[in-house]
Nanobody
Framework: QVQLVESGGGSVQPGGSLRLSCAAS????????MGWYRQAPGKERELVARIFSYGGTNYGDAVKGRFIISRDKAKNTMFLQMNSLKPEDTAVYYCNLHYGWSDYWGQGTQVTVSS
């Protein structure tokens, strides 16, 4: 079993920055992909960014050029640096780990962007 714990959410003004972290524990293979998803009230969950086991990344169109995903495989930790935040970035952000046929999710962390 895999456990994922997010941290780093909070409230910030438009134009500000936040850094999210996701710590993974349990039976973790090094051959996994990880990612961040978000869900705003009344909307479907959407991809924010993914980082693959080989190091490649991809981003949702809404965050390209503003967010940066990274990971420390040795520490089973993933990060999301969020810059130039906008009110429309307000959502619950979820950490995801994908391996084989399995997907694991964290409990989510709230990010609120408001003046």
């Amino acid at each position: 079993q895999v456990q994922l714990v997010e941290s780093g959410g909070g409230s910030v003004q438009p134009g500000g920055s936040l850094r999210l972290s996701c710590a993974a524990s349990g039976s973790i293979s090094s051959n996994n992909d990880m990612g961040w998803y978000r869900q705003a009230p009344g909307k479907e969950r959407e991809l924010v960014a993914r980082i693959f086991s080989y190091g490649g990344t991809n981003y949702g169109d809404a965050v390209k050029g503003r967010f940066i995903i990274s990971r420390d495989k040795a520490k089973n930790t993933m990060f999301l640096q969020m810059n130039s935040l906008k009110p429309e970035d307000t959502a619950v952000y979820y950490c995801n780990l994908h391996y084989g046929w399995s997907d694991y999710w964290g409990q989510g962390t709230q990010v609120t962007v408001s003046s």
